[in-house]
């Protein structure tokens, strides 16, 4: 009887170890129909490729251009958003600069809420339809540019001050789209909400860019 137990406790503690061991998977489709992790930013896995994941290929949904543009904006900026909370968690886990991890912080936050905020519109302005992700809108394609092909895989092998210079080299851009989107979006959207949305984006990342400026400059002396 005693061998028994020992061998069902056995069995059972080897069960337990394979679930405990085994990833869980992260990986899914979000409302808008773009691939995102479980909670819209990167697993917390300090090996993670971010070259392999939704940058490599990135193509505006099927008939994006003629949806409301307004939900144009929404699914856009979400996805462009996420671009840059990618990046700077990877200053989080590579930079040993204080100052650089602090910015990096403040950008996941603030555009993290902003994801939140846009999602919550579309869910109450555009629930059910279909992705509308255009890559032809102001500044989208340009500043996404250097995170498709291998630039992602450059900033992942990179290290110490060059790691610092190359995410400023692509933030910057990045941020100049988001404001390209955003002046448009001054002229073009519906919603009152878009258009507060909008100037807070450009007063927001006109200043980061600044601050992206001054480092470079100090930095590259």
Known sequence: MKTILLVVSVGFAAIGFAACTQSPSHTGMNHNGMVMNGNNSMPMNANHDMSDAHYS???SSPDAASQPYDLQFIDTMTHHHQGA?????????RSQDG??????????????KEIRQIKDWRDKWYSGKPAALNMEMPGMTDS????????????????????????????KPHHEGAIAMSKEAL???????????ANQIIKAQEAEIKQIEAWKSFWSK
């Open 99 to 112: 100052e650089l991890k602090k910015f990096a912080q403040k950008i996941i936050s603030d555009q993290a």
């Open 144 to 171: 996404m540019n250097m995170m498709m092909g291998d630039g992602m895989k450059k900033m992942e092998a990179a290290s110490g001050k060059e790691f610092d210079l190359m995410f400023l080299d692509m933030m």
């Open 85 to 93: 909370i990618d990046m700077a968690k990877m200053v989080l886990m």
């Open 57 to 59: 290929e990135m193509k």
């Open 187 to 197: 002229t073009k959207a519906e919603h009152a909400e878009v258009k507060t949305l």
